[in-house]
């Protein structure tokens, strides 16, 4: 299993997060958030704050997955037993092929408002509304704590492989992905997403990295044709960190 051949970008990657967190304050809102989106089985309908990277395409420009290092430092969903959710997390996707998958952090969606899970999830038919799938696992992660989600494929072959470790230690492979997904990407995303009826709370800090090269390795958000940027709905923020690389940001929900 080939995660990350180049270490010195691993580590640099985790150092950047770690530097990330040690001056992380999550800022409280001035007043009384408005929460214009609602949970609904429509991605449009809910609220994200969002690094996105949308490249040329192949041949000139594509690659072979990315990266999130996630610390979620606060997370409540007061309409969790309706099913209310929020998520951190990464997803990758192409313009030739119409589903995506995804993997991250969620708290809600009938568990419990405060408490929070790895997840995976993937749709190979996006906007046909079938052959979705999730799974989320039952045990926890801790707030404040770094962990690691990688979407790769290695092998070319549309084989889309999800892995999770922390802070580029104990990876194993959560689950693989095979039915009509492209063996290239050039679209990444990864931020907050919430899916709510009542406002949720959601305080976290990223650090990205895009997979491509031979050997296969990590290197930041920013492609030869295109950079990375940043996109928030109603009463989500976004920011990058600065003197980072671009993508690497913290985001919180209210403003």
Same mark, same amino acid.
Request: hydrophobic fraction near 35%; glycine fraction near 10%; proline fraction near 5%.
């Given at each position: $299993?080939?995660?990350?051949?180049?270490? *010195?970008?691993?580590?640099?990657?985790?150092?950047?997060? !770690?530097? $990330?967190?040690?001056?992380? !304050?999550?800022?409280?809102?001035?007043?009384?958030?408005?929460?214009?989106?609602?949970? =609904?089985?429509?991605?449009?309908?809910?609220?994200?704050?969002?690094?996105?990277?949308?490249?040329?395409?192949?041949?000139?420009?594509?690659?072979?997955?990315?990266?999130?290092?996630?610390?979620?430092? =606060? $997370?409540?969903?007061? &309409?969790?037993?309706?099913?209310?959710?929020?998520?951190?997390?990464?997803?990758?996707? =192409?313009?030739?092929?119409?589903?995506?998958?995804? =993997? &991250?952090?969620?708290?809600?969606?009938?568990?419990?408002?405060?408490?929070?899970?790895?997840?995976?999830?993937?749709?190979?038919?996006?906007?046909?509304?079938?052959?979705?799938? $999730?799974?989320?696992?039952?045990?926890?992660?801790?707030?404040?704590?770094?962990?690691?989600?990688?979407?790769?494929?290695?092998?070319?072959? &549309?084989?889309?492989?999800?892995?999770?470790?922390?802070?580029?230690?104990?990876?194993?492979?959560?689950?693989?992905?095979?039915?009509?997904?492209?063996?290239?990407?050039?679209?990444?995303?990864?931020?907050?997403?919430?899916?709510?009826? !009542?406002?949720?709370?959601?305080?976290?800090?990223?650090?990205? *990295?895009?997979?491509?090269?031979?050997?296969?390795?990590?290197?930041?958000?920013?492609?030869?044709?295109?950079?990375?940027?940043?996109?928030?709905?109603?009463?989500?923020?976004?920011?990058?960190?600065?003197?980072?690389?671009?993508?690497? *940001?913290?985001?919180?929900?209210?403003?």
């Amino acid at each position: $299993m080939t995660i990350c051949k180049r270490i *010195a970008l691993c580590v640099l990657l985790s150092s950047a997060l !770690t530097a $990330m967190i040690i001056g992380f !304050t999550p800022v409280a809102p001035a007043k009384a958030a408005t929460w214009k989106c609602y949970r =609904s089985a429509e991605e449009n309908h809910h609220c994200y704050a969002l690094t996105e990277w949308d490249m040329v395409g192949c041949p000139k420009e594509c690659i072979q997955g990315g990266v999130a290092n996630i610390v979620t430092e =606060s $997370m409540d969903v007061p &309409g969790w037993e309706s099913g209310d959710f929020v998520t951190n997390e990464l997803w990758v996707s =192409s313009h030739t092929w119409p589903g995506w998958v995804e =993997s &991250g952090q969620i708290a809600g969606d009938g568990m419990s408002c405060c408490e929070i899970h790895r997840f995976e999830a993937a749709e190979p038919n996006y906007g046909k509304g079938k052959d979705f799938t $999730m799974y989320i696992q039952p045990g926890t992660v801790k707030l404040k704590e770094a962990h690691d989600y990688v979407i790769q494929d290695l092998e070319y072959n &549309g084989i889309w492989r999800v892995y999770w470790g922390q802070e580029n230690t104990d990876w194993y492979e959560a689950g693989a992905y095979n039915h009509e997904y492209s063996s290239s990407n050039d679209e990444l995303e990864a931020g907050l997403e919430g899916g709510a009826n !009542t406002q949720p709370y959601n305080s976290g800090v990223q650090a990205l *990295a895009g997979v491509w090269g031979e050997p296969p390795s990590w290197h930041p958000w920013e492609g030869a044709y295109s950079k990375a940027k940043f996109s928030e709905s109603p009463a989500t923020c976004i920011e990058q960190w600065p003197g980072s690389w671009i993508g690497n *940001a913290f985001y919180h929900t209210p403003c």
